[in-house]
């Protein structure tokens, strides 16, 4: 086993020997990026600081953020934070799958600071992904992983993205194909008896405060997730949100079967979902912004994206893409 190649970064099958490698990798000490059902992670062990270091190199990023612990399943979650009964509830309708709750940490978590940035809290979330979940079974620690992607681009979606981003800066990638889901887990932090929504996601918002029987508190100045910089998921174009008409020179992002005028006039055009399905926008999102990006085009005209469902997690990250660079 190597870490930290100078010959690149290598590409695992997601078989038993490539899941067995991956494990080996993260035991000591090294980053190994992997598929969940939202976007591909940048997994550290959660343990050791060092290793968690690594990841922010490998990123780029300007300072530490906390970071989400994967675990393989609720029982190993249970086991980090201190779960009131509304995470309870949540973590039994969604788990696993697209959540992740925000808990205090539990005195006997292992969890490194630097994974933590120093908070008293913990992002904990079990993918529903088999080979994720096979990996974090091998490793048997917390795996903090954020989206495996440098610093300021989009979050990738297949290990090409993955590679495109960071190859020679990580140990080795973990081909699991495309993700399903597309855009990453919900966040809701579970801290002081209401639970707050700190990011919109894979879960929509509807079926959370189902689960809850109650509406879901607005992420208040208390508890902010930091990290989330208006301008973090940028492409390279310019994104013009709920354009009903394309100017000449643009591209256009499409949802649904409706034409906006001027369409025959665009550089290029990628529908997310002819039919429409938030579902399928949201796994394709990404994707379409790289490939916007590849095209060379300045502007993108996007259309007009509703806000129920899936689509508060797409409007969410298309405002992102669009903000001002900082
Ligand atoms: O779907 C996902 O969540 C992906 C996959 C790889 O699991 N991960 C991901 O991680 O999106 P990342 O690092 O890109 O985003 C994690 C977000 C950050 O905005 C961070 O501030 C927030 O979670 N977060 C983590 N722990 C937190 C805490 N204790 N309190 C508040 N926010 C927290
Ligand atoms: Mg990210």
Same mark, same amino acid.
């Given at each position: 086993m190597r870490l930290q190649s100078d010959d690149g970064t290598r590409r695992l099958r997601d078989d038993e020997a490539g899941i067995e490698e991956a494990a080996a990798i993260l035991r000591a000490g090294g980053t190994v990026a992997f598929p969940t059902e939202t976007v591909y992670g940048l997994g550290a062990?959660?343990?050791?600081g060092e290793a968690v270091a690594r990841i922010y190199a490998a990123k780029g990023r300007p300072r530490f953020n906390p970071l989400i612990a994967h675990l393989p399943d609720a029982e190993a979650a249970f086991a980090q934070g201190r779960f009131d009964e509304a995470a309870q509830k949540l973590a039994a309708a969604f788990?696993?799958?697209?959540l992740t709750l925000v808990v205090p940490l539990s005195e006997? +978590?292992?969890? /490194?600071d630097l994974a933590r940035a120093g908070l008293p809290s913990i992002g904990l979330r079990v993918p529903h992904h088999p080979a994720a979940e096979a990996l974090l079974r091998t490793v048997a620690r917390p795996v903090v992983a954020p989206? +495996?992607?440098? /610093?300021g681009h989009v979050s990738p979606t297949t290990a090409d993205h993955v590679l495109a981003d960071l190859d020679g800066r990580i140990d080795a990638v973990l081909d699991?194909?495309?993700?399903?889901?597309g855009v990453e887990s919900t966040i809701v932090a579970c801290l002081d008896g209401a639970p707050r929504l700190l990011r919109a996601g894979g879960v929509p918002r509807e079926a959370l405060e189902a689960a809850l029987g109650r509406p879901l508190a607005e992420a208040g100045e208390a508890v902010i997730a930091p990290?989330?910089?208006?301008?973090?998921?940028?492409?390279?174009a310019r994104l013009r949100l709920d354009a009903d008409a394309i100017e000449p020179g643009e591209a256009a992002l499409l949802l649904g079967a409706h034409a906006p005028a001027g369409l025959d006039r665009a550089r290029v055009a990628i529908n997310l979902s002819p039919r429409g399905d938030l579902g399928e926008a949201a796994a394709r999102l990404f994707a379409a912004l790289r490939d916007l990006d590849a095209a060379g085009v300045d502007t993108v005209a996007v259309a007009p994206i509703p806000r129920h469902g899936l689509g508060e997690a797409i409007r969410d990250r298309l405002l992102r893409a669009a903000a001002p660079r900082g």
């Open positions: 062990d959660a343990t050791n788990w696993p799958g697209p006997k +978590a292992p969890i /490194s989206s +495996a992607n440098r /610093s699991g194909g495309s993700t399903r889901v990290g989330m910089l208006a301008s973090h998921y940028a492409p390279a």
